[in-house]
Nanobody, 121 residues
Framework: QAQLVESGGGSVQAGGSLRLSCVTS????????MGWFRQASGKEREFVSA????????YYADSVKGRFTISRDNAKNTVYLQMDRLNPEDTAVYYC??????????????WGQGTQVTVSS
């Protein structure tokens, strides 16, 4: 049974940083691409970042490029999202997902339950 569990969310002031983690079990993490998506209240879930299974390639949404960094530790079955210079527009529930490397939701088969990130001005 696949499980993806996010942590690290919280409340922060604009300009601050947070590091999200997603620990997985029940999937072949070492051969799965991992992605982060987010959903703000009243909006569609959108792509944030993705990393290839080997960790040598990454995608970022234009809105987070240069501020967020995705990484993975295959020995710990964990993917991370370092978020710096946060702004109120980053407020959302953040979800990690496992699947095929890309920016499209449909590429990802397994999803976590999400972690709330709130950025105040």
């Amino acid at each position: 049974q696949a499980q993806l569990v996010e942590s690290g969310g919280g409340s922060v002031q604009a300009g601050g940083s947070l590091r999200l983690s997603c620990v997985t079990s029940g999937i072949n993490f070492a051969t799965s691409a991992m992605g982060w998506f987010r959903q703000a209240s009243g909006k569609e879930r959108e792509f944030v970042s993705a990393i290839s299974w080997i960790g040598d390639s990454a995608y970022y949404a234009d809105s987070v490029k240069g501020r967020f960094t995705i990484s993975r530790d295959n020995a710990k079955n964990t993917v991370y999202l370092q978020m710096d210079r946060l702004n109120p527009e980053d407020t959302a529930v953040y979800y990690c997902a496992a699947g095929v490397f890309g920016k499209v939701r449909a590429l990802y088969d397994w999803w976590g339950q999400g972690t709330q990130v709130t950025v105040s001005s």
